[in-house]
């Protein structure tokens, strides 16, 4: 399955602003795509390997914590995950 | 949905605009009510950047009644990249005063007011409580959580934009039924993660085509007509133009929009966002890491010092003016250890201070003994000792 990479953390995903991987939960894909990319996981995941509070995670165009089984959900090769931080220029 | 208008005592429109807005009352959607309500509106525009600019034209062109502009900035020649309201006759100018000549040449109808001021937690409420809607351009994270929690005590809907290198986000957060910034953002990143503009750069019509997008926005609530932005975040990917589209919910537990609110007031933004604000003197030490003046670097280079300075920007910026410092970009430090001497000091700096600052606490924590920041950067250096330096 695609993960979309967003612009401030593609240099830590090899430049890259998708990312292929085979996964059986949006857990697992998280896990093999900082598996490949170490330099992600401390900018995805606190030490206690929690999702940071400012990254957004979509399945598709719903956000994971408001899915029943969250980051258990299964997925399928079709589906995306889209991974959202946030962002704040505008004036400067 | 609409904002609340009282539609019983909308002003008339004159015979000159009913000629202006020809385009307008022709369409169904907005027609001579519509023309009235956008009359009857009053518009906050929190920064007249990047975001501003083209927010504010186009809010002036629609024939918005009263536009407020708040902005406290000074216009820089690097902003006529893309901040198209300012022209190169108004570098040194304060924005607010040139953008108010621009929209009031456009639209000289228009009752525009000036807040020159920053927003702040002592101020927002009082400033925003007079308008209808607010419309957010500011590039600072403590701003945009200010301007939401402001939004939201206030019942405001805020037609919310932001930019980053090619990439854009904008929805409409603060109304009623929808979800507000922090359902989605509960927590800002930690400082210096997100780089500004000024470092990360900006592909420059990007603001251009988010500025729109929020203008129309606005116009949509102030209509009633149309599906407008609440409960969705636009992504715009303008480098591959891809528009997607994502769902958002209001969060049940947001401590300042959800049922069980346990944000009242507004709070300390700076701190919230880990913030400290500036010392009056430059400090000796940020986070453990000795910091080092430009005029101190530069005595001691004088003073015939074999240095190891090492300059963590990228290629192009090394390109512009660099010090002769070795260049290791910040991303790539990690895979040059190597390359920088444990045993010796090592001297770190970047353009502004910033990345140079986190590139020292990284080596620190590698075990390097002797680690120095410059502070200020390179862009200090060509203000104090070498100003034949190229800025950028």
Redesign the interface.
């Known amino acids: 399955m695609k993960i979309f990479i ?3 953390l593609r ?2 995903a090899g430049g890259q602003d998708t990312v292929e991987v085979t996964a059986a939960t949006v857990a697992d894909a998280l896990a093999a795509l900082t598996a490949a990319h170490a ?1 992600l996981r401390k ?1 995805l995941f606190t030490p206690e390997g929690k999702l ?3 990254v ?1 995670l ?1 399945l598709n ?3 994971v914590r ?1 899915l029943p089984e969250k980051e258990a959900t299964p997925v399928t090769e079709k589906d995306t995950l ?1 991974i ?9 | 949905m609409a904002i609340g208008i009282d539609t019983a005592a909308l002003p008339e429109l004159t015979t000159n605009e009913l000629a202006r807005y020809s385009r307008h009352l022709i369409l169904p959607e907005v027609g001579t009510e519509g023309q009235r309500r956008l009359k009857a509106a009053r518009v906050l525009c929190v920064g007249t950047g990047g975001l501003g600019a083209p927010l504010s034209f186009y809010l002036a062109a629609a024939g918005i009644g009263t536009l407020g502009l708040v902005d406290f900035d000074v216009v820089d020649e690097s902003n006529l990249q893309r901040q198209i309201i300012h022209s190169t006759a108004d570098v040194g100018r304060k924005k607010i005063d040139s953008a108010a000549d621009k929209l009031l040449a456009l639209n000289p109808a228009l009752n525009l007011i000036k807040h020159e001021t920053m927003l702040t937690s002592a101020n927002a409420l009082d400033i925003l409580k007079d308008y209808d809607i607010v419309a957010d351009g500011t590039d600072n994270f403590p701003t945009r959580y200010l301007v939401n929690d402001a939004c939201v005590l206030l019942g405001k809907p805020n037609a919310y934009g932001s930019i980053f290198r090619f990439e854009g986000q904008a929805s409409v957060f603060a109304t009623e039924q929808g979800p507000c910034y922090r359902c989605l953002y509960p927590e800002p990143p930690p400082p210096g993660l997100v780089p500004s503009c000024a470092e990360g750069g900006v592909l420059g019509i990007l603001p251009g085509l988010v500025g729109v997008i929020q203008a129309t926005e606005v116009i949509k609530l102030i209509l009633g007509k149309g599906e407008s932005l609440a409960g969705r975040l636009l992504l715009v990917d303008s480098l591959n133009m891809r528009f997607r589209e994502l769902k958002l919910r209001k969060n049940p537990d947001c401590p300042v929009c959800g049922p069980n609110r346990t944000i009242t007031k507004l709070i300390d933004y700076q701190q919230f966002c880990g913030l400290t604000p500036e010392p009056a003197q430059p400090a000796a030490e940020k986070n453990g890491i000795p910091q080092i003046t430009v005029k101190e670097l530069k005595q001691r280079i004088d003073d015939g010092e074999n240095l190891q300075i090492i300059d963590v920007r990228e290629p192009f910026e090394y390109d512009i003016a660099n010090i002769g410092a070795k260049l290791i970009p910040q991303n790539d430090v990690p895979n040059r250890l190597a390359e920088i001497d444990r045993d010796r000091e090592v001297i770190v700096h970047c353009k502004a201070g910033g990345r140079s600052q986190k590139i020292a606490e990284l080596l620190k924590q590698a075990g390097y003994a002797q680690v120095v920041n410059v502070a200020g950067g390179i862009l200090a250096w060509a203000d104090q000792i070498d100003p034949t330096m190229k800025k950028y």
Request: glycine residues 8%; proline residues 15%.
């Open positions: 967003p612009t401030p240099p830590f330099d900018h940071r509070a400012f957004n979509y165009d719903e956000d408001y889209t959202i931080p946030s962002i704040a220029g505008g004036r400067a």
